[in-house]
């Protein structure tokens, strides 16, 4: 029987786990991170057990990332979400090169080589204005699911231009534009060009060298994804289950044996 390998990325407002047999996904789960990291990674690491019909015992080697790495009790090791990022993306997307990460607590771009390293990063500023976490704000004001916003985004035919780039002040605008009666999917056409306009900024402030794939939260928002394809003007890379790269490659880096 091969080796199992853990990898698990607890953000901070989810945290996601990655089953490998071998170099064979077995088994992946994502969950509300909730007020006891602690806790949160013991049920992730259960549930990927359960799911991959595994014993603790036969998992070799488990490594953990993202905000709340440190309170994984049973890893091995830890790493950066960005050296997780990179090895994850580049074993579903190998011909990336730069890499967004539309995160709920902010958003990192970053360069890598042909083998997943890590060349040079950016973080956005702490305001939540350039995080997926602007897309969670909107979709309360809106009574709606966060997977829901970009489907409708992609029916607007007018889109709203958004005045500020702070989720806060974000907030109060689209509650006085819905009083004012714009449609849904036109506020949330105008959201996505703003928060693309801010991710793409620090793409650019980089350098841009493609191929161009967006992970995170973010990345699982159709609208978002447009957006920025229409400030750059080519289409990007956006692997499956976005969400999930950094789980991967904490998993991907736990079968090289722990280090990134």
């Known amino acids: 029987m091969p080796p199992f390998y853990l990898g698990i990325d607890m953000g901070s407002a989810y945290s996601k786990g990655l089953l490998l047999e071998g170099d064979r996904i077995v088994a992946a789960y994502a969950c509300p991170s909730g007020g006891d990291f602690r806790v949160t990674a013991g049920k992730i690491r259960e549930e990927l057990l359960?799911?991959?019909?595994?014993?603790?015992?036969?998992?070799?080697?488990t490594v953990a990332t993202g905000y709340g790495s440190k309170m994984v009790p049973f890893a091995d090791t830890t790493v950066t979400d960005l050296s997780a990022h990179a090895r994850g993306v580049n074993r579903l997307c190998p011909t990336?090169?730069?890499?967004?990460d539309a995160g709920d607590l902010y958003s990192k771009v970053f360069r890598m080589d042909d083998k997943g390293n890590l060349h040079s990063f950016l973080l956005s500023g702490k305001c939540a204005g350039g995080s997926a976490r602007a897309l969670t704000v909107i979709a309360k004001v809106l009574h709606l699911k966060v997977e829901e916003l970009g489907d409708l985004s992609l029916k607007s035919t007018k889109r709203v231009e958004f005045s500020t780039g702070?989720?806060?002040?974000?907030?109060?605008?689209a509650v006085?534009?819905?009083a004012e009666g714009v449609a849904k999917e036109d506020l949330l056409a105008g959201l996505n060009r703003a928060l693309a306009a801010q991710l793409n900024?620090?793409?650019?402030?980089?350098?841009?060298?493609?191929?161009?794939?967006?992970?995170?939260?973010?990345?699982?928002?159709?609208g978002l994804v447009k957006a920025i394809e229409d400030l750059v003007g080519f289409e990007i890379l956006v692997p499956p289950d976005p969400h999930m790269t950094a789980a991967l490659g904490a998993a991907v880096i736990a079968a090289e044996g722990g280090r990134p």
Do not use: H, M
Not at 50 to 61: A, E, F, H, I
Not at 166 to 173: G, I, P, Q, R, T
């Open 50 to 61: 359960s799911s991959g019909r595994t014993r603790k015992q036969d998992v070799l080697c």
């Open 96 to 100: 990336a090169r730069t890499v967004v």
């Open 166 to 173: 702070c989720a806060v002040f974000a907030e109060s605008e």
């Open 176 to 178: 006085s534009r819905i």
């Open 201 to 222: 900024a620090l793409a650019e402030r980089l350098g841009i060298e493609r191929d161009y794939a967006l992970v995170g939260g973010g990345a699982r928002n159709a």
